[in-house]
Nanobody, 122 residues
Framework: QVQLVESGGGLVQPGGSLRLSCAAS????????MGWYRQAPGKERELVAA???????NYADSVKGRFTISRDNAKKTVYLQMDSLKPEDTAVYYC????????????????WGQGTQVTVSS
């Protein structure tokens, strides 16, 4: 089985920074795309940032210039560096990882982290 463990959430003041981490473990042959989503109360879950196996990135317009997604393939970990945080960034953040589990099969499985709370408030 594959597990994703998130860490790094918490309470910060507007203008502050946080760094989220998501580490994958278990039956993994290789990892394809990785990303971060967030969901605020009463709102739909939305894509915040994504990074491909080749390092290409995409960001939601609301976080461009403030957030940076990166990955460490040796550690099977994806990061989200969040700077200049705003109250509107308050949400539960979830990591998502696409996993290929076998050398002989290219089937891609989609896994989600448990979620970590980010609160931006004075």
């Amino acid at each position: 089985q594959v597990q994703l463990v998130e860490s790094g959430g918490g309470l910060v003041q507007p203008g502050g920074s946080l760094r989220l981490s998501c580490a994958a473990s278990g039956s993994i042959f290789s990892i394809n795309d990785m990303g971060w989503y967030r969901q605020a109360p009463g709102k739909e879950r939305e894509l915040v940032a994504a990074i491909s196996s080749g390092g290409s990135t995409n960001y939601a317009d609301s976080v461009k210039g403030r957030f940076t997604i990166s990955r460490d393939n040796a550690k099977k970990t994806v990061y989200l560096q969040m700077d200049s945080l705003k109250p509107e960034d308050t949400a539960v953040y979830y990591c998502n990882v696409e996993v290929i589990r076998s050398f002989v099969a290219s089937t891609i499985y989609d896994y989600w982290g448990q979620g970590t709370q980010v609160t931006v408030s004075s």
